[in-house]
Each structure stands twice: as C-alpha cells, then as structure tokens.
C-alpha cells in the first residue's frame, strides 16, 4: 500500500513520482528512503496475512464435520463410543471409573423394567418378594441409588435377581420393554458385582446413559480430520441441534429397527418409530443442512431379527401383511423387514433427487461399525468433498 501525499504541499525544488514517492532537485533522499521501507513493511506484513488466511483456508478444508443425530434410544452415542475406540487412544482411567458406575446403575434401570413387566405379565409374587418388586415397580430405586454405597447396590442386585418371579420374567424378556443391554447386564453378573470390577471395552459399549448437550470426538481419518458432534436425542436436547448446523459435510442419522413396537420413555403416547420418521423429516427439509450428505444407519438389527419372532410388525403396520407368505423362512422375513423399514423413510424424500445412504448397523459389534463407517465414508463423504471441491 502507497503513502499518499498531499501534492498542494510540495515546494518548487520537490516533484512526486508516479507512485507517490518524493525527491528534491538537491538530491536528498531522505524522504524517499522513508516511503520505500514503509512500503516494504506494508508488502511483508501482508503477505504475512494472506499466508495465514490461505493455510486457515486449507486447515478448513482438511475438517470433515459429521452431525450425529437421531432420536433417543436410537444407539448413536453407541457409535459415538465406537468412533473412540477405533480412532483415538480410547478410555482414560478416570472415565473408565465413570463407566463402573453408570454400568452398575443400568441395572436399577432394568430392574424397574422388569419389575414393571411382572406386573404386565400377571406373573405370580411370593409374598416374601412383593414388597421389593413393588419398590422397584414404582421406581422408587432409581431415586435411592444416588444415595447408595456400591457394597449396597451388590446386595440390592443380589437380592433382586433371587426372587422367583423375577426368573420367570427374565425368562419372557420379548414380550415387555426392558433397556437393550439388559440381556447383555444378566449376563455378566458375576463378574460386575466382583469387589475389584473394572468395565472392559465391551461394558463400556453397552452402558447406557441420555446424552446432554453437545459432545465432540475429533480424530484423524485417511487424510482428513473428522470432528464427530453427537447431540442428545430426547425432544428436550433437540433445540440444541440448529447450533451446529454452520458448515455440516454429511449428517449420520441413527435410527432404532427395533423401536417399532416401543413407546417414548418421556411421552407414552407417540410411537418410538414415529417420533423417528417426524425427526428425520425435519432434518432431510431443513434448508441448511441441504448440501450436506445425508447417511442412514438402521441400528439393531440383532435385536430387531429377535423381536419380529414376539412382536411382528404387522401387528403395528398392518401394510407390512401383504408382503409375508406362509413359506418365509426367518432369514428372508428379516430381509423383507428391513426393506419395509427402508421404505419408511424413503418415502418421506419422495421424489427428491438428493441421495440418501442407507446401511444396517450393530452399534455393540466393533467390526460391523468400522466396516459401515468406512463404506459410507468412502461413497457419501467423498462424493461430497468432490462436489465441493475439497478432493
């Protein structure tokens, strides 16, 4: 950037060059000196800035942001968890610490449903057990537990899974709701209730807990850096959402096969599913998140093969009838489940040109999830870093 001067100031012996500098007809050069190391000043300290702006430029376009979005329940923090394992250093001790906790609380909450069931189901009660099914029942655990030791909770698990009743209702899982890692917590009692328990990578995985707020993983991918944004799912959280939406390469949307027959935990009387298919809509029409690509995960598909045995689907999308025939075996009664779930969502884009990436998902299997997340990294990510130019 050129000094400028006044040229009404100049006397008789001084004339201005062409880009502004000065010199006087006795040679002295003081004043041209001057302008030309304010100049070469100016130059530098911009060519300074237009390296930072380029390199910030470059940095952003090294960035791959994926929102993870879906409703409650659906297993996205699962794959949140996942994405850690695979890509960073994993768990610290401190959060390891975190996880015995909360896994050890997961099971007051599948107590309560199955306490919750037994009643459903009509299932006889000693009376030497009604009294503690009937606390569970009404959920009053789920307030004392924050006020018991760990010793006390071992006892309390202890002493729950003893009553008759409770094996008889552990036996009939399918026909009530219980939380998805509650066949996973009876399994491993032993072992969770030792004095010197520490959760392993697979306790970790299954432990359950609403995500609140905003959480973010970053790790590095191929050559990029992925920054992974998962954000709670309960209708509560969702308003949160629209904070995030600034510069969104793809949206990974999580969506529970196994929520058909289920109800929200925070309103009892909007299907899980349904809930689901209003949240996608919002999310597939919203103008801001349109050049983002749009990936599906149908999560739980171990779960949901398992159920359509105790709760067929038709009994809750009577449309699904005509699609069953007498000689199904269970292998193609599930593939033909999961393409009527597909079309549930399919339909909401209608005609619209704008792809959607489906892929079946167990959140719980490592592998499964790696194997997924690269192949809809390598069509939907990369399909839009070449639109956008980035690749």
Not at 81 to 89: A, E, G, P, V, Y
């Amino acid at each position: 950037m050129s000094a400028i001067i006044c040229c009404s100031s100049l006397t008789n012996l001084q004339r201005p060059f062409a880009d502004g500098r000065i010199y006087t007809e006795n040679n002295n050069t003081q004043h041209v000196g001057l302008t030309v190391a304010v100049e070469k000043l100016q130059i530098e300290r911009s060519k300074v800035i237009d390296m930072e702006i380029k390199k910030q430029a470059e940095m952003n376009d090294k960035v791959v942001k994926i929102l993870l979005l879906g409703a409650s329940d659906s297993g996205k923090s699962t794959i949140a968890k996942q994405m850690r394992i695979l890509h960073t250093d994993g768990f610290t001790h401190e959060e390891r610490q975190h996880y015995k906790y909360m896994v050890q609380s997961n099971y007051i909450d599948s107590f309560v449903h199955i306490a919750k069931g037994i009643y459903k189901l009509q299932i006889d009660i000693p009376p030497s057990e009604r009294e503690l099914i009937s606390t569970f029942e009404q959920s009053y655990y789920g307030q004392y537990f924050n006020m018991t030791e760990s010793n006390d909770l071992i006892g309390i698990i202890v002493q729950f899974l003893n009553c008759k009743c409770v094996k008889v209702a552990c036996s009939r899982l399918m026909e009530f709701y219980v939380p998805d890692n509650t066949n996973y917590l009876l399994s491993q009692v032993s072992r969770i209730i030792h004095p010197e328990y520490s959760p392993s990578l697979d306790d970790i995985i299954r432990a359950r807990a609403s995500t609140k707020g905003i959480y973010e993983i970053i790790f590095s991918f191929r050559q990029f850096t992925i920054r992974l944004i998962d954000v709670g799912g309960q209708k509560t959280e969702r308003r949160k959402w629209i904070h995030c939406f600034e510069g969104v390469t793809a949206i990974l949307f999580i969506v529970s096969l196994a929520c058909y027959n289920n109800v929200l935990e925070e309103d009892a009387n909007i299907n899980q599913m349904t809930d689901t298919k209003d949240l996608f809509k919002q999310i597939y029409r919203n103008k801001f998140l349109r050049p983002s690509s749009l990936i599906m995960f149908l999560n739980k598909m171990d779960i949901f093969a398992e159920k359509l045995k105790y709760a067929p689907l038709e009994n809750f999308y009577p449309e699904f009838k005509k699609e069953l025939s007498d000689e199904m075996t269970d292998e193609e009664l599930f593939d033909v489940a999961i393409d009527f779930v597909k079309s549930l969502f399919s339909k909401i884009k209608g005609n619209d040109r704008r792809p959607l990436y489906m892929h079946t998902t167990n959140a719980t299997d490592t592998r499964n999830v790696e194997v997924v997340f690269n192949a809809a990294y390598d069509t939907a990510v990369t399909k839009n870093l070449k639109n956008s130019g980035v690749l």
